[in-house]
């Protein structure tokens, strides 16, 4: 038997609760993963309580896009892993019946990838869904080039931040955005080139003061809303936008006129495909050897705390990922 964190209805952090299961036998081409520990996102707060972008099927719905563990069984035919071997979970496509939160997950095997050697649990943990839509939005959809001058928006979260480290491993130049002037020293010290706090600048006097009037080539929207209009001011003619995020759930005016490339980004339409995942496998490895890439953990709980570690993100005062261990 396994302990696995479900709900029956969609609501706050008190509708999780946890269960005994079964542990799954994998099937032809998949892995068990035994998990370690899974990292609290956006997405699960939306399944939980009924407004993600994908239809969630209750009663008794598993969340979990994220995680990390060791290689506990292999189905038929599945090569390329052992047993032992650890790991992290690449994408978890239907997380309401397999998702990370639980002491047991399997997938197919492509969609497991060797643990970043020199990251601990909880980092690795952590690592892969920030790091994968911020590679995928900047690397292979805007196609972020040294020089480049990139506006990351919520710098303090998970992609915030690994944007602002693919943009400094790159060779481009972060500017980081967040709300709160308190900020501005620990995102000076994750990498960014300058912080613009919304609590008491001008985000397009700001950014424009930051590139020579020139704006922004890129800007990373993880936030949409209303507070989009601005971003679109703050870039250059001709340069891109992508939409890669919904943390603000505040219908988006539709940008008309904008003289800019814009993208809607989902990190699914990556994640699933094993040739950028490679390519996002490898900078991710490389960045982690040279140590100029590595995921900030805000804070730990544990598979018992998992209601209070959603509160805790719902509050929004964290900065870096939300763990808990299994």
Same mark, same amino acid.
């Given at each position: 038997?396994?302990?696995?964190?479900?709900?029956?209805?969609?609501?706050?952090?008190?509708?999780? @609760?946890?269960?005994?299961?079964?542990?799954?036998?994998? $099937?032809?081409? =998949?892995?068990?993963?035994?998990?370690?520990?899974?990292?609290?996102?956006?997405?699960?707060?939306?399944?939980?309580?009924?407004?993600?972008?994908?239809?969630?099927?209750?009663?008794?719905?598993?969340?979990?896009?994220?995680?990390?563990?060791?290689?506990?069984?292999?189905?038929?035919?599945?090569?390329?892993?052992?047993?032992?071997?650890?790991?992290?979970?690449?994408?978890?496509?239907?997380?309401?019946?397999?998702?990370?939160?639980? *002491?047991?997950?399997?997938?197919?095997?492509?969609?497991?990838? &060797?643990?970043?050697?020199?990251?601990?649990?909880?980092?690795?943990?952590?690592?892969?869904?920030?790091? %994968?839509?911020?590679?995928?939005?900047?690397?292979?959809?805007?196609?972020?080039?040294?020089?480049?001058?990139?506006?990351?928006?919520?710098?303090?979260?998970?992609?915030?931040?690994?944007?602002?480290?693919?943009?400094?491993?790159?060779?481009?130049?972060?500017?980081?955005? #967040?709300?709160? #002037?308190?900020?501005?020293? =620990?995102?000076?010290?994750?990498?960014?080139?300058?912080?613009?706090?919304?609590? @008491?600048?001008?985000?397009?006097?700001?950014?424009?003061? @930051?590139?020579?009037?020139?704006?922004?080539?890129?800007?990373?929207?993880?936030?949409?809303? &209303?507070?989009?209009?601005?971003?679109?001011?703050?870039?250059?003619?001709?340069?891109?936008?992508?939409? *890669?995020?919904?943390?603000?759930?505040? &219908? #988006?005016?539709? &940008?008309?006129?904008?003289?800019?490339?814009?993208?809607?980004?989902? %990190?699914?339409?990556?994640?699933?495909?094993?040739?950028?995942?490679?390519?996002?496998? $490898?900078?991710?490895?490389?960045?982690?050897?040279?140590?100029?890439?590595?995921?900030?953990?805000?804070?730990?709980?544990?598979?018992?705390?998992?209601?209070?570690?959603?509160?805790?993100?719902?509050?929004?005062?964290?900065?870096?990922?939300?763990?808990?261990?299994?």
């Amino acid at each position: 038997m396994q302990r696995v964190v479900v709900f029956d209805e969609f609501g706050g952090p008190e509708v999780m @609760h946890v269960v005994e299961e079964p542990v799954v036998d994998p $099937a032809a081409g =998949e892995v068990r993963v035994r998990i370690e520990a899974f990292a609290v996102n956006p997405l699960d707060l939306m399944m939980r309580s009924g407004t993600s972008p994908a239809p969630v099927p209750l009663p008794h719905a598993r969340l979990g896009v994220e995680g990390t563990g060791v290689v506990d069984a292999l189905g038929p035919g599945t090569t390329g892993l052992k047993i032992g071997d650890p790991v992290i979970l690449a994408a978890v496509p239907d997380p309401s019946a397999r998702g990370s939160y639980a *002491a047991y997950t399997t997938l197919p095997a492509s969609q497991v990838l &060797p643990r970043p050697a020199g990251l601990g649990v909880t980092e690795a943990a952590a690592v892969w869904v920030a790091y %994968s839509t911020a590679y995928g939005a900047l690397v292979e959809k805007a196609g972020m080039r040294p020089g480049d001058h990139v506006l990351v928006s919520a710098a303090s979260g998970g992609v915030g931040r690994a944007a602002i480290q693919i943009a400094r491993q790159i060779g481009a130049v972060p500017l980081a955005l #967040t709300r709160h #002037t308190a900020r501005k020293d =620990e995102l000076l010290a994750a990498g960014a080139a300058a912080v613009i706090a919304t609590d @008491h600048e001008n985000v397009v006097d700001a950014v424009r003061r @930051h590139t020579d009037g020139a704006g922004a080539d890129i800007v990373l929207d993880v936030v949409m809303g &209303p507070g989009q209009q601005e971003l679109l001011k703050a870039a250059r003619p001709g340069g891109t936008l992508v939409a *890669a995020g919904f943390l603000d759930p505040r &219908p #988006t005016p539709f &940008p008309a006129g904008s003289p800019l490339r814009i993208f809607s980004y989902r %990190s699914f339409e990556h994640t699933l495909d094993p040739a950028v995942v490679k390519r996002m496998a $490898a900078f991710l490895n490389a960045g982690v050897r040279l140590g100029a890439m590595r995921p900030a953990v805000d804070k730990v709980f544990t598979l018992d705390d998992v209601v209070a570690a959603h509160r805790h993100l719902e509050a929004g005062l964290h900065s870096g990922k939300i763990v808990v261990t299994v």
